[in-house]
């Protein structure tokens, strides 16, 4: 079946670092690919997303570029605040399923 | 326009009783989705709701778990004779699909639900 691999964390960085948080996916079809962000205490929202390859989804400084040749959806920023220190999911919907199949998330903290 | 809301925010029960969590969509959205994160984990999808119709169900349980979203009213997920094992935070999402085209789905702040 359907499955998104994240890279582990914790990820601790200092602020202004660059970050990168690794996605691959296995999938059947030709998903949708999704980075959602998890603030303490709330729910899912929805960072960036990409319906097809080479697409490149991007939002309040994060980009992410679906590459279909390596199934891959890696997150990327080039300055991190301590604002952005919450958890990150990726996520797939394959076409047709509607279902969202997540990764494990990745705990990421931004210190000053 | 509000988004999606859920009902309880927190949830206690002792092992026996039953958990009805509560999910009203974002207003023009017929499509309702529940998730179940366990602490430290991903979110795992359990069921698929359209109004009066479950679509989806290939991630609920067997036993205890059912999901409803009738005509009027919020979705409603409830689980019968909670044991320990069902503490986990509950999300549910809306979206405004049509056919096989894929849309965003929009989260609730979830239900934490703990089983004592």
């Known amino acids: 079946g359907d499955s998104v691999t994240q890279m582990e964390g914790p990820v601790t960085l200092s602020e202004e670092a660059f970050l990168t948080i690794n996605c691959t996916y296995t999938?059947?079809?030709?998903?949708?690919l999704f980075w959602y962000v998890q603030y303490p205490g709330e729910g899912l929202q929805l960072l960036l997303k990409?319906?097809?390859?080479?697409d490149k989804g991007s939002n309040k400084g994060f980009e992410a570029t679906y590459r279909k040749e390596t199934t891959s959806f890696h997150l990327e920023k080039g300055s991190v605040q301590v604002s952005d220190s919450a958890v990150y999911f990726c996520?797939?919907?394959?076409?047709?399923?509607?279902?969202?199949?997540f990764g494990q998330g990745t705990r990421l903290t931004i210190n000053p | 326009n509000a988004g999606v809301m859920q009902n309880p925010r927190h949830l206690v029960r002792r092992r026996g009783q039953e958990a009805r969590l509560r999910c009203s969509p974002m207003?023009?959205?017929?499509?309702v989705y529940w998730y179940r994160q366990l602490p430290e984990e991903g979110l795992k999808f359990m069921v698929y709701l359209q109004k009066e119709n479950i679509i989806d169900e290939s991630g609920m349980p067997k036993e205890r778990f059912s999901a409803e979203f009738p005509k009027e009213g919020p979705s409603i997920l409830r689980i019968q004779q909670v044991v320990r094992g069902d503490s986990a935070a509950y999300f549910c999402a809306s979206s405004p699909t049509e056919g096989q085209i894929v849309r965003e789905q929009f989260f609730g702040p979830g239900t934490r639900l703990t089983v004592l």
């Open positions: 207003k023009g959205h017929s499509h």
């Open positions: 996520a797939l919907s394959d076409q047709g399923a509607q279902k969202l199949v």
């Open positions: 990409a319906t097809k390859a080479d």
């Open positions: 999938a059947t079809g030709y998903p949708s």
